[in-house]
């Protein structure tokens, strides 16, 4: 499924809905969010539309639907899917020329939910990530840097990267926040670490007192994470999955609090 909003309401794409000369296309010029239908319902709507709309403030772009119309779009795909809403700047003059009267495009995309996973093995990427990047802290149209930290993961071996900050604290996955068991403690970067404070995230911090667990947020070195009992990362595709290795030093994917967490947030939310 792929669709345009109009400004009534959503049809299916059709070619020159995209323009070559789109801000988004050239320039990665816009934003996305990733949301998850269950059960023909949208999963923490709530949740991703602070998100998306803050996202939205911080690029100074005006979202040319109501996001109540982004929910029932997006409750279109299905039973159970995967959806995408994209907003992109729209076409504009070459360059980086301020556009006067932008046009917004906005689109909504679907895929099916694949199986996540048992255990990542994790990649420390070369790549470093800066806390004042406007594609650090939201979902814009520029993945560049976590498309290259992907890349690089594979070639070593790996599934996804593990980011670090210009500073070298511990950041998160190249699509995903991380999380690590010490002792009774559920340890994650706090947002001042280059993240996007995900929805998925939100959901296991509020999960952690029943799992026994208390949470802490900071700024962390690499040594930090070499030092845990257990690894985890979250999104809204992959729910919670377990780091098996990072940088090939092992972990146990199937330690009682993150599979106490994993089941938890499928159904908390």
């Known amino acids: 499924m792929m669709k345009t909003w109009t400004g009534q309401g959503w049809r299916d794409f059709q070619d ?44 100074d772009l005006d979202c040319p639907a109501r996001w109540e119309a982004i929910a029932e779009g997006a409750e279109t795909a299905g039973e159970d ?15 980086l020329g301020v556009i006067e009267a932008p046009r917004p495009g906005l689109f909504l995309s679907a895929s099916p939910v694949s199986e996540p996973p048992d255990g990542l093995a994790l990649v420390t990427a070369p790549l470093r990530r800066s806390p004042s990047s406007l594609a650090s802290r939201h979902k814009t149209l520029s993945y560049t840097d976590n498309a290259a930290a992907r890349r690089a993961a594979v070639r070593a071996g790996g599934d996804m990267a593990l980011c670090l900050t210009t500073q070298g604290h511990v950041s998160g996955g190249d699509c995903a926040n991380i999380f690590w068991i010490c002792g009774s403690e559920l340890v994650t970067p706090s947002p001042d670490c280059a993240i996007r404070t995900g929805v998925t995230r939100e959901a296991v911090m509020k999960c952690a007192a029943d799992a026994g ?5 900071g700024m962390f070195s690499p040594d930090a994470l070499q030092a845990a009992e257990a690894i985890f990362v979250t999104n809204c595709a992959l729910g919670v999955v ?18 106490a967490l994993k089941r938890a947030e499928v159904i908390v939310g």
């Open 16 to 59: 020159g809905d995209l323009r070559p000369d789109d801000r988004g296309f050239l320039l990665g010029d816009g934003v996305f969010e990733t949301l998850r239908v269950k059960g023909g319902t949208l999963r923490r709507g709530d949740l991703h539309r602070v998100r998306f709309e803050a996202a939205c403030r911080a690029m």
């Open 213 to 217: 667990l208390s949470v802490r947020e």
């Open 242 to 259: 377990p780091v098996r290795s990072l940088d090939g030093l092992e972990f146990d994917v199937r330690h009682g609090a993150v599979q």
């Open 81 to 95: 899917a995967m959806v995408r809403v994209t907003l992109s700047r729209g076409a504009g003059p070459r360059g």
